[in-house]
């Protein structure tokens, strides 16, 4: 079953005090089924993020279609959904985890993570018990959970970010890079989450630097260079 389908993507910028237009992504197209996981791959400004901002739809596509295939909805092109279908979409289906924390003010961690899972309709009991088992997956140190999370560490904004996506268990999850800033047992944890996701049905897109953090993980690898999607059969995909 086809989960996510980008046809013919196009996505311009323009920068007004230069008075020009750069063409981020054109012509993108791709597919990924049910539960598989597709890595993009290429150089620095060739439009990965841009892509994932699309589906995610920070960035509003100026062509193309991105049909997904919601459990709400059904087919829905993502470029042409409103803003509260947009808005229950990220709430219940899709999740997204960059380098960056972007997250309400005032809110500590646990409740950062809470409020996710009580957001999709969790009860209060649940979405505490399953707070405290992924701040712990994700070696959150217990002294932080109650903290805001605005002077936390880089690595520990990321866990935090990976964890208040992951615990929704999303139907599409997009990750921007999300091993950025992680030491080798973080990042071990975070592809055993991956793991764990594709297990149960969770269809992945993802962009990492560190190549080799795809290896086996990657079903599929799309390709800036080419405007390509491949298919791994074996070993590391090659950067562009
Ligand atoms: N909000 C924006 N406004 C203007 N230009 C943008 C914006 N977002 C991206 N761009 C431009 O679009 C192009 C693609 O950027 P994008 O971040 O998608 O690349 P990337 O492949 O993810 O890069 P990297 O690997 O360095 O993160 C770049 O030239 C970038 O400067």
Redesign the pocket.
């Given at each position: 079953m086809t989960m996510l389908e980008v046809n013919g993507l196009g996505k311009a910028?323009t920068?007004h005090h230069l008075n020009k237009t750069?063409l981020?992504?054109d012509e993108i197209q791709f597919s990924v089924h049910a539960g598989e996981f597709l890595g993009i791959i290429?150089?620095?400004?060739?439009?990965?993020?841009?892509?994932l901002k699309s589906i995610y739809r920070t960035?509003l596509s100026d062509a193309g279609q991105i049909i997904y295939d919601s459990k709400q909805f059904g087919k829905i092109d993502l470029i042409q959904a409103s803003e509260r279908e947009i808005i229950f979409l990220r709430k219940n289906e899709i999740g997204y985890v960059s380098q960056f924390l972007n997250v309400m003010p005032r809110t500590t961690c646990r409740e950062l993570v809470q409020n996710a899972l009580l957001e999709m309709g969790e009860t209060k009991e649940t979405a505490r018990i399953e707070t405290e088992k992924a701040l712990s997956y994700f070696e959150m140190d217990e002294g932080l959970w109650d903290s805001y999370p605005n002077t936390f560490s880089g690595g520990e904004k990321l866990r935090l970010n990976i964890a208040m996506a992951t615990v929704k268990k999303p139907r599409l999850l997009l990750l921007d890079?999300p091993t950025a800033s992680l030491d080798q047992q973080s990042k071990r944890k975070v592809r055993e989450m991956i793991e764990k996701l594709k297990q149960q049905g969770t269809t992945l897109v993802g962009?990492f630097?560190d190549i080799e953090f795809m290896e086996g993980l990657c079903d599929k690898v799309f390709d800036?260079k080419s405007n390509e999607m491949s298919v791994v059969l074996e070993g590391v995909p090659h950067e562009s």
């Open positions: 910028f920068i750069i981020a992504v290429g150089k620095s400004g060739s439009g990965k993020s841009t892509i960035y890079e962009i630097h800036m």
